[in-house]
């Protein structure tokens, strides 16, 4: 193979590469807007509804409702959030 060869396939590699990567991204793009979706939705029914019913939903689905990260995915339980909530209850 000479050296035209050998570039065509480093040349053909980078471009799966680029593929590979425009599909990651798309991915992550489709995650992000399905997460943005559901938020926007939760604030819909937060204007409508009670908003303490709202907020602990929210918390329920796996997002924080503290200040701090409002909004952000959670993994487990956050202290903040909890504290929101129990404070936001008592009323
Ligand atoms: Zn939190």
């Given at each position: 193979m000479g050296a035209l060869g050998k570039d065509f396939i480093e040349w053909q590699t980078s471009v799966m590469e680029l593929e590979r990567r425009g599909e990651e991204f798309a991915r992550r793009i489709a995650d992000l807007e399905k997460?943005?979706?559901?938020?926007?939705?939760?604030?819909?029914?937060?204007?409508?509804?009670?908003?303490?019913?709202?907020?602990?939903?929210?918390?329920?689905?796996?997002f924080h409702i503290c200040p701090d990260q409002f909004g952000k995915p959670r993994e487990e339980d956050c202290l903040f959030c909890l504290n929101f909530l129990h404070h936001k209850g008592r009323k």
């Open positions: 997460e943005n979706e559901l938020l926007q939705q939760r604030l819909l029914e937060n204007e409508q509804g009670s908003g303490f019913d709202a907020l602990s939903g929210l918390y329920d689905d796996g």
